[in-house]
């Protein structure tokens, strides 16, 4: 079963007087279950496509379906609902909020949700002692590693058990090592959670660790690689 | 429950920028402070001069002339009465001629020059009854008032500043001193305990010399009678009072226009002009309590500034706007809080000190306290209001891209 639909989108930004297409007719379809790369140089249109599919943006043309639903007539605030419910967000730069502790922001947007403290406290704390921070659940990011910050950002992704996960470059700011642990973390978390991730990624030898590659070039498929694994 | 989380959240915010909340605290705590501090002093001084008023002045009424004015013609003496001494004699029946008057006192003031041993004393002359003593509620110090019996006698008395003067040049007691008062020479038959005013009486009784006004009468033959003093029953109706007085008036000075002030309106009129004292010193806390929002505003507006990335992360994981703009409100409205609460406590400081140092009741107004809060409050989030929106338009993507 398809959980994104992309039908020939196109999403044109008004630079001074020229207007430039960075997605063009993109047509796409990814299954609920698959981990998937997306890959590209600079500037080839991944980051939009993800804050498309993120729901952080609309298509200027073409039509995006999560899940079978359109998003044509939602306002923000029905678009942040389905974001905080259906969908956990991974960036590059961590992006944790320097004055909450690690649980806190791991509760965060359980707290969008209006579910009780306790029991948001209860569901942080658990993806937290699954991403191995038990430990530095009181402590301030700024106190914490490169590694324990994405990971407490990817505990804060999956706190409210979304049916998809967009990371952004999610290795991007981390060393070699580190960058192999929270790759493996992502493999490990797709075996044992069977979620939809979609990693974008420059880097080459991530994208080959996940089950479908997708490259973009100025704003088009180039390649749509399925993989064995 | 999600308010729970929201004022949580606030109170974290502030409490990691103490330096900025402070200084928005500070803002409103003076402008809270302004307005219940001065509303309470204008509490406190209305106090003041109503009670003062209502011991001396409740059952008094003061009857004044009116003149008909025709400044290119001149005073038009066909059509009014100069009220002199004649006019005076008839007032002092008045007592018992209209039912709950009490007392008369007719009042002339004389600009007659005054010396006392060749010095010249810059003193007004009041030329009374003796029942100005009551209707004044003067105290003597030295001697005593005028008496009835004193008519025509040339004795004089004096208020409490004059009988300095007096004593400066010479010995401690004052009596049987003489003063020239024009061409005649009066002796002093007592002084004046120093005198705190009365709102209804406009004479400067610690400056004055006090004679009776029959012996006025002997040497300034036009003396005009400003104005007579009554003292009313206790529990009488001053309206009535006065509806009689001008019907005895009218029969025995037939054209005679008089206007009547009594007690009672003079309250009202004290009232009316002491709530707007009181308004208009609210009003200027009010001008500090604004500035003070301002600087919420300012506050708030770069707190948004520093914290949007935080907003677009806040908004990319599933919140509001409605919850950006409520996490911003609620910081305003706890910096207003704060600051309203802490003005008022310390107005509260203030306006103690104030009190002691003029000697006045000390009191706090209820009013001032629920105006100086709900003022803070509403302040804080109306000047929260835009910063709350200028956050809640922020687009999460531009946000962090730029980041």
Known sequence: ?229 | MKWKFYWREALNNLWLSKLRSILAIIGILVGSAAVVTLVSIGEMAKYKALSEFKTLGMNLASLVVNQNMDFNAGIDLTRTLIPDYNYAQSMLTLATKVANIQEVAPVATLSLPAYYAGKKLEAPIIATTYSYQTLANLQIQEGRFLHRLDRNNYFCVVGSDIANQLKNNGSNSIIGKELQLGNAYFTVIGSIKPWIGNAFISNNVNGSVFISLAAAHNFAPNLYIDTTLLQLKPDSDPDQIETDVKNFLAAKFPGLEVTVKTGKQLIVSMTHQKNVFTWMLGLIGGIALLVGGIGIMNVMLVSVTERRREIGIRLAIGARRADIQIMFLCEAIILATIGGVTGIIISLFITRIVAEFLTWEFMFSGSAVLIGFFVSLFTGIFFGIYPAYQASKLNPIDVLRAE
């Not at chain 1, 389905?82 to 956990?88: A, D, K, S, V």
Request: charged residues 20%; hydrophobic residues 40%; aromatic residues 4%.
């Open chain 1, 1 to 229: 079963m398809s959980l994104i639909k992309l039908d020939h989108i196109v999403k044109t930004y008004q630079v001074g007087h020229e207007k430039r297409d960075v997605l063009k007719d993109l047509c796409l379809t990814i299954k609920e279950g698959s981990l998937v790369a997306i890959i590209g140089a600079s500037g080839s249109g991944k980051t939009t496509l993800m804050n498309i599919i993120g729901l952080l943006d609309q298509p200027t043309l073409g039509e995006y379906q999560l899940r079978g639903q359109s998003f044509h007539n939602l306002n923000a605030d029905d678009l942040a609902r389905i974001r905080n419910q259906e969908i956990g967000f991974v960036f590059q730069f961590f992006y944790l909020l320097p004055r909450l502790n690690a649980l806190e922001n791991v509760m965060l947007p359980l707290q969008y949700q209006n579910i009780d403290p306790k029991l948001a406290q209860e569901k942080a704390l658990h993806w937290l002692e699954k991403m191995g921070l038990t430990h530095v659940a009181q402590q301030k990011p700024q106190q914490l590693s490169g590694g324990q910050q994405q990971r407490v950002a990817i505990a804060r992704a999956l706190v409210t058990n979304p049916s998809l996960i967009l990371a952004d470059e999610p290795t991007g700011a981390l060393d070699s090592k580190t960058s192999d642990d929270i790759l493996n973390l992502f493999i490990s978390l797709h075996a044992h959670t069977q979620k939809t991730i979609i990693i974008i990624t420059h880097n080459p030898q991530i994208a080959e660790q996940c089950h479908r590659i997708i490259q973009l070039q100025d704003g088009e498929i180039i390649r749509d690689e399925e993989r064995q694994k």
